[in-house]
């Protein structure tokens, strides 16, 4: 049984010379406090810093850096007021980690995730880091065996066929073990059968975004293993006239232009 979670939040808000905020979030669960601090406000933050504290030890004590953040990094939550730093036990292994949510800054993008995994061998924290994009993602565990996964979409999707507004993106669908992130979409049928019904549905409900709608519908099935399903329909929805009119003009350039893109992206 997981170690029940106790999460304390203090936001200790004070007049500093250039009229910015600190606050402090802090985080505990078993044998692990981490305190999450930084100053500024929306949309500018400074000065993050993580401390992990083991049974009473300091272990890592380090600013929140990161080469996936074009300009220093901000607070996953871009209005401060939410909680971006959790402890979960990612692998099942009894060896709480500390994930970390950051954004990157501008108008709805992007999200990046750190991991601090306990190293015994030099008793602090190694942060290993992936960037999650557009969507972000949601930490689940989808086949309930104790083993949390990163659910979030294929970022490439977006402005691919369309504006951001109109762009849809499949799910994918990481695993962190080791230290390292693993695409490990095609282990959930079960989640790209869903996402797949809901791109179509859509697609066949908001034409005028088609393009950008059936992308993302195709490469699910693609993962799937119905190459010859895509195929079949996009000629059907071509010579039915619904993949023009998008950001590439022509219907017939669209289907290759998306074939030859999901062919790069690994899924046909």
């Given at each position: 049984m997981?170690?029940?979670?106790?999460?304390?939040?203090?936001?200790?808000?004070?007049?500093?010379?250039?009229a910015?905020?600190?606050?402090?979030?802090?985080t505990?669960?078993?044998p692990?406090?981490?305190?999450?601090?930084?100053?500024?406000?929306?949309?500018?933050?400074?000065?993050?810093?993580?401390?992990?504290?083991?049974?009473?030890?300091?272990?890592?004590?380090?600013?929140v850096?990161?080469?996936?953040?074009?300009?220093?990094?901000?607070?996953?939550?871009?209005?401060?007021?939410?909680?971006?730093?959790?402890?979960?036990?990612?692998?099942?292994?009894?060896?709480?980690?500390?994930?970390?949510?950051?954004?990157?800054?501008?108008?709805?993008?992007?999200?990046v995730?750190?991991?601090?995994?306990?190293?015994?061998?030099?008793?602090?924290?190694?942060?290993?880091?992936?960037?999650?994009?557009n969507?972000?993602?949601?930490?689940?565990?989808?086949?309930?065996?104790?083993?949390?996964?990163?659910?979030?979409?294929?970022?490439?999707?977006?402005?691919?066929?369309?504006?951001?507004?109109?762009?849809?993106?499949?799910?994918?669908?990481?695993s962190?073990?080791?230290?390292?992130?693993?695409?490990?979409?095609r282990r959930?049928?079960?989640?790209?059968?869903?996402?797949?019904?809901?791109?179509?549905?859509?697609?066949?409900?908001?034409?005028?975004?088609g393009?950008?709608?059936?992308?993302?519908?195709?490469?699910?099935?693609?993962?799937?293993?119905?190459?010859?399903?895509?195929k079949?329909?996009?000629?059907?929805?071509?010579a039915?006239?619904?993949?023009s009119?998008?950001?590439?003009?022509?219907?017939r350039?669209?289907?290759?232009?998306?074939?030859?893109?999901?062919?790069?992206?690994?899924?046909?």
């Amino acid at each position: 049984m997981r170690a029940r979670v106790a999460i304390v939040v203090v936001a200790a808000f004070f007049a500093l010379p250039s009229a910015a905020l600190a606050a402090t979030q802090i985080t505990r669960s078993g044998p692990l406090t981490v305190t999450f601090t930084f100053t500024g406000k929306f949309p500018e933050f400074s000065g993050l810093h993580l401390q992990i504290v083991r049974s009473g030890q300091v272990l890592y004590d380090a600013p929140v850096t990161s080469r996936l953040c074009p300009n220093p990094c901000t607070p996953g939550d871009p209005s401060a007021h939410g909680r971006s730093a959790r402890i979960l036990d990612l692998e099942a292994n009894h060896e709480p980690d500390v994930v970390l949510g950051l954004y990157t800054g501008g108008a709805h993008c992007c999200f990046v995730d750190q991991v601090y995994r306990f190293d015994p061998g030099t008793l602090t924290y190694v942060k290993t880091e992936h960037y999650f994009g557009n969507a972000g993602a949601a930490i689940r565990d989808l086949h309930h065996d104790g083993h949390l996964e990163f659910v979030s979409t294929n970022d490439a999707f977006y402005y691919r066929f369309g504006s951001f507004a109109d762009s849809g993106a499949p799910v994918q669908i990481w695993s962190f073990r080791a230290g390292r992130f693993t695409d490990v979409t095609r282990r959930f049928p079960r989640v790209i059968r869903r996402d797949a019904a809901l791109w179509w549905k859509l697609f066949t409900h908001h034409r005028d975004a088609g393009q950008s709608l059936i992308a993302p519908w195709a490469a699910d099935e693609d993962l799937l293993g119905h190459s010859a399903l895509v195929k079949r329909t996009l000629a059907k929805q071509l010579a039915l006239g619904h993949l023009s009119g998008g950001l590439i003009s022509s219907g017939r350039k669209y289907v290759a232009a998306l074939q030859k893109f999901l062919h790069q992206q690994g899924y046909a």
